[in-house]
């Protein structure tokens, strides 16, 4: 078994071991002290645990703490009677081929196979931080600059001297970047790479649709997917840049425009003249409680306002009184809209 293998491995069996009842915190402390040994140790485990969240459906990645933990059975598809080994080799072998575009390299310089080149000296620890439904964080980072996290949202970031490269895995992000000379800042969305040196845009990405709105200085988006031929755009204040597949689009609007539609770092969403399908999807990403639309001639209704993003009852109460619609609780426990 080469020095690669015997890594994947020995991630493969921390995955395993840290889904068991009895894992403790002493557990926890000795996968931290093999994890912090090397960079290498770090990407094995992260490349097998996003295949197997991925595999498991599970929609957001967690930070992992000193407690340990909500127990889930891993590897469901397994029959209870498998073979150990059969499920390292298994889970190996999704690591090794599942990674995702927008997944980190490590902080080192990789060969083909995951092997980590010993030879060159890792350039900062990548962090994880993330937010749950309706949630909202501040990540101030060392470098001067800013992230705000919005609703059900994912990233990693790796800022050190030598780089400042953001991985937004899941969700919406608003970035402050201090302007440091000679020093890019990047963001990796999808197939999408976001760069900048000193400016205030967002990032929202929703499977492979990307969405970039600038407020202040510019930003160049590229897409990074193999003999893509789009190459590279600009985008100004009051740009928003769209990207979906092998196509980039950008919209020209007002940046006061753009800013309403930052209006979540306030707690608040604004709408103008926006479809009632359009508003409902948008309340849905802020709470449980899922709003549904049957009705056609209901989702094409046109809505103007300003509402509290957590506060889907006072919205529903609005529809009621100023629509006149009904809305009634469905056998699913979603609120479903209607004339």
């Known amino acids: 078994m080469t020095r690669a293998q015997d890594i994947e491995a ?96 490590p902080s080192v310089g990789t060969l083909d196979a995951g092997v980590v080149d010993p030879g060159i000296v ?19 980072l060392m470098d001067g600059s800013r992230i705000e996290l919005n609703t059900a949202t994912v990233l990693r970031t790796n800022i050190s001297n030598q780089r400042r490269d953001v991985w937004l895995d899941l969700g919406e992000a608003f970035f402050e970047v201090a302007h440091i000379e000679g020093s890019a800042f990047v963001v990796h969305a999808g197939s999408r790479m976001i760069t900048v040196v000193g400016t205030q845009f967002s ?83 802020y709470n449980r409680q899922q709003l549904q639309i049957s009705d056609p001639s209901v989702a094409a209704i046109r809505i103007s306002g300003t509402f509290k993003s957590s506060n889907v009852e006072a919205f529903v109460r609005l529809l009621k009184e100023a629509y006149g619609l009904k809305v009634e609780l469905t056998a699913d426990g979603k609120l479903n809209i209607s004339t």
């Open 10 to 105: 020995k991630a493969a069996e921390w995955l395993m071991r840290r889904e068991q009842p009895q894992y403790s915190q002493a557990d926890q402390a000795e996968l931290d002290r093999w994890l912090n040994e090397s960079m290498s140790h770090k990407a094995a485990f992260w490349r097998l645990e996003h295949a197997w969240q991925m595999t498991d459906r599970i929609g957001a990645l967690s930070a992992r703490e000193v407690e340990p933990p909500p127990r889930r059975s891993p590897f469901r598809w397994w029959h209870a009677g498998a073979l150990a080994a059969s499920l390292l080799l298994a889970i190996a072998f999704i690591g090794l081929h599942s990674r995702p575009a927008s997944s980190p390299p």
């Open 122 to 140: 890792d350039t900062g620890p990548v962090d994880t931080f993330d937010t749950a439904i309706g949630g909202h964080r501040i990540v101030p």
């Open 203 to 285: 990032v929202r990405r929703d499977g492979d649709k990307v969405t970039v709105a600038v407020v202040k200085g510019r930003v160049r988006v590229e897409d990074t997917t193999p003999g893509a031929s789009s190459g590279s755009i600009m985008v100004t204040p009051g740009d928003v840049a769209i990207g979906l597949g092998a196509s980039t689009m950008v919209v020209s609007r007002p940046v006061a425009a753009v800013e309403d539609k930052l209006s979540w770092r306030d707690g608040r969403l604004v709408f103008d003249r926006t479809s009632l399908a359009e508003v409902a999807n948008d309340f849905n990403r």
